[in-house]
Nanobody, 121 residues
Framework: QVQLAESGGGLVQPGGSLRLSCKAS????????MRWYRQAPGKERELVAA???????NYADSVKGRFTISRDNAKRTVWLQMDSLKPEDAAVYYC???????????????WGQGTQVTVSS
């Protein structure tokens, strides 16, 4: 069994910052890529940032230079530091982790429950 616990969302004024975290727990052997997605009302879920197991990062153009993804493999945790937030960043943010469980021969994807980010004055 695997559980992902997200935290860090909330209400912030434009220009402010938030730090999201997502921690995996369970019988995990290793972790692969970790990602953050977001979904705003009426819009499709979009990839915001990704980080490989080696630490290579990728970002959506809309967040480059403002958001930073990071991870701690030993803690099975991924973070998303969001700075200079804009109203258009408001959405439910989901973490997505590739995890390999003990006894498994392949990675599987797991999703967090989502955390609401509201950017408003």
């Amino acid at each position: 069994q695997v559980q992902l616990a997200e935290s860090g969302g909330g209400l912030v004024q434009p220009g402010g910052s938030l730090r999201l975290s997502c921690k995996a727990s369970g019988v995990i052997f290793s972790s692969g890529a970790m990602r953050w997605y977001r979904q705003a009302p009426g819009k499709e879920r979009e990839l915001v940032a990704a980080i490989t197991s080696a630490g290579s990062e990728n970002y959506a153009d809309s967040v480059k230079g403002r958001f930073t993804i990071s991870r701690d493999n030993a803690k099975r945790t991924v973070w998303l530091q969001m700075d200079s937030l804009k109203p258009e960043d408001a959405a439910v943010y989901y973490c997505n982790l590739e995890l390999r469980l003990y006894g498994s021969s392949r990675d599987s994807e797991y999703w967090g429950q989502g955390t609401q980010v509201t950017v408003s004055s």
